[in-house]
């Protein structure tokens, strides 16, 4: 679904990419793209956001962020800044370096994460620069398979897919990346998908976040009034679960739904992640893989819909019940 505004989510998994004016290198050397690491750490200090993935050509890169309290375009416009006073100092050149503003592609985690950071790591192989993704020095597949350190990237939560211990996760990881590509040509996708990369229910739910973005240097308006306590007592009451196991750590599938049914009401009820995180003791990034678990599961299951119009209808009752004691 294109969409020409850019797509500002908290939680948001995004696929970033930028090129060199008119196609021109933008790395010479080794030292430029050492220049480029050391400023995305220095702004990931400053500006904290999650880096699964990055890989540097020649003339373009691929970054795959997590937004967390700062937006992409700002994050994005220091990176770049930077890297642009820095070349046109270092090759006496002037004006642009880069082509026009970065693309970014907010994408529907729970069904392409591991898939971007795979598509992100084999850009030098499908270019013929190598033969495999661990050949290429800048790119972060070599700290995902222990090779370099892991300096600014997020690693484990990639590699908890794999497996629990790292050095399985490891294997599996590198197995997943050389073997076949089963989700299409996901470069083209995210070419031709404008911003929103996902399915129906995903681009709906993105929209009607957006309302939850606030730009900075604008007052934020007063929270939604969720009564936590009676949506917590409506999901137990729904679903037998006690809530102190709904907010634990359990993985159970009957844990985990309840947790998705909890976190789609107090969505529908205004909340947003941080909300909901501080609710459940999430993180925000596990709340958004979660609700959009959810949105997927609830567009397929009627026994979850019908899970979730029961816990909303509790709800009202709940909260008449908690706010007289």
């Given at each position: ?14 696929h ?5 004016n ?5 790395f010479?050397?080794r030292?430029?793209?050492?220049k ?32 967390r ?9 220091r990176v ?27 994408c ?32 972060s597949?070599?700290a995902y398979?222990g ?11 990639v ?5 629990v ?29 404008g ?26 308006p ?22 102190g ?5 359990g ?12 976190i ?23 709340v ?12 397929a299951s ?12 509790s ?11």
């Amino acid at each position: 679904m294109p969409r020409k505004t850019r797509i500002e989510i908290e939680g948001g998994l995004y696929h970033v990419i930028t090129r060199g004016n008119g196609r021109q290198d933008i790395f010479h050397s080794r030292e430029d793209h050492d220049k480029f690491i050391q400023l995305l750490i220095a702004q990931k200090h400053k500006l904290p956001f999650y880096l699964y993935a990055y890989c540097l050509m020649t003339n373009h890169l691929h970054l795959l962020i997590e937004r967390r309290g700062d937006d992409i375009g700002r994050i994005m416009q220091r990176v770049l800044t930077a890297y642009t006073q820095y070349y046109n100092r270092r090759y006496k050149k002037v004006g642009h370096v880069l082509q026009g503003r970065y693309k970014s592609v907010l994408c529907q985690s729970d069904k392409y994460f591991t898939t971007l950071v795979r598509y992100i790591h084999l850009n030098p192989v499908k270019a013929k620069m190598v033969a495999t993704a661990s050949d290429h020095p800048y790119s972060s597949h070599r700290a995902y398979m222990g090779l370099d350190p892991a300096g600014p990237l997020d690693v484990d939560p990639v590699l908890r897919h794999f497996g629990v211990r790292k050095a399985v996760a490891r294997r599996r990881f590198a197995a997943f990346v050389d073997g076949p590509d089963d989700a299409g040509d996901i470069g083209a996708m995210l070419e031709g998908q404008g911003v929103i990369l996902g399915d129906d229910e995903f681009v709906d739910s993105a929209i009607h976040r957006l309302g939850e973005h606030v730009p900075k240097g604008t007052r934020k308006p007063k929270p939604p009034d969720l009564d936590g306590r009676a949506l917590l007592a409506a999901v137990e009451a729904a679903t037998g679960i006690p809530a102190g196991e709904i907010c634990g750590r359990g993985k159970a599938l009957r844990i985990t739904q309840a947790k998705e049914t909890l976190i789609l009401c107090g969505h529908r009820l205004g909340a947003n992640m941080a909300e909901l995180a501080r609710l459940t003791g999430l993180d925000i990034s596990t709340v958004t893989r979660r609700f959009e678990a959810a949105m997927t599961a609830h567009a397929a299951s009627e026994e979850r819909r019908g899970l979730s119009e029961r816990v909303m209808e509790s709800y009202k009752t709940e909260r008449i019940a908690t706010s007289q004691v």
